[in-house]
């Protein structure tokens, strides 16, 4: 059974670009969230969906950052324009609860 | 602001000892608290839960959670290298949000 698949891996990129990180959750769990860790800050929910619906984005930290589920099986999380300070690991992870349970492999992004 | 506490560490434990995590929150309304196990480079890994007072045993693995000092704990039985790795301690408020603690490093000595 295949798990949480983000895509890239690994993203660098140049200040203002847009950047989108993508996520397939496990087929049947019914919520999905991003994400943030760094040093600083730790592990921070940033979004997470419920079949589909966002249910909290009080944790994306300014309008730049949008995030969507057109279905089941696939979402995203776009940075429009990129900045230095979104330079971080970025989880995805899907549940059957309101808690996240699968982690997938990250997304390492660094914004130059 | 609602807080998760942990010590960052290292915490240095011979192999076959017992690892004791420590964990406190600031919320108390918080209902559910949970352990995740990160390895270097590598994603969270929820490795327990624990709902009510008390003791949860998995394994070599113990959660301990005393609501009225608002302290969870996670005790490691017969530490192996292999437990070395980030312990992640979050706590599911009564508002129904997941904040995590940043984590207790963990070192097993051989």
């Known amino acids: 059974d295949a798990g949480v698949i983000q895509s890239p891996r690994h993203e660098v990129t140049e200040m203002g670009q847009e950047v989108t990180l993508r996520c397939k959750p496990i087929s049947g769990h019914d919520y999905l969230f991003w994400y943030r860790q760094t040093m600083m800050r730790g592990l921070e929910l940033l979004i997470y969906?419920?079949?589909?619906?966002?249910?909290?984005d009080s944790g994306m930290p300014e309008d730049r950052f949008s995030a969507k589920m057109p279905n089941a099986s696939f979402s995203t999380l776009k940075i429009q324009p990129s900045e230095p300070r979104d330079s971080a690991v970025y989880f995805c992870?899907?549940?059957?609860?309101?808690?996240?349970?699968?982690f997938g492999d990250g997304t390492r992004l660094s914004i130059l | 602001q609602k807080e998760v506490e942990q010590n960052s560490g290292p915490l240095s434990v011979p192999e076959g000892a017992i690892a004791s995590l420590n964990c406190t929150y600031s919320?108390?309304?918080?209902?559910?608290f949970f352990w995740y196990r990160q390895y270097s480079g590598k994603s969270p890994e929820l490795i327990m839960f624990i709902y009510s007072n008390g003791d949860k045993e998995d394994g070599r693995f113990t959660a301990q959670l005393n609501k009225a000092s608002q302290y969870v704990s996670l005790l490691i039985r017969d530490s192996q290298p292999s437990d070395s790795a980030t312990y992640l301690c979050?706590?599911?408020?009564?508002?129904?949000?997941?904040?995590f603690g940043k984590g207790t490093r963990l070192h097993i000595l051989p």
């Open positions: 969906f419920n079949n589909n619906v966002p249910i909290d």
């Open positions: 992870a899907s549940s059957l609860v309101p808690q996240p349970q699968h």
């Open positions: 919320d108390r309304g918080s209902q559910s």
């Open positions: 979050a706590v599911k408020g009564g508002d129904d949000k997941i904040i």
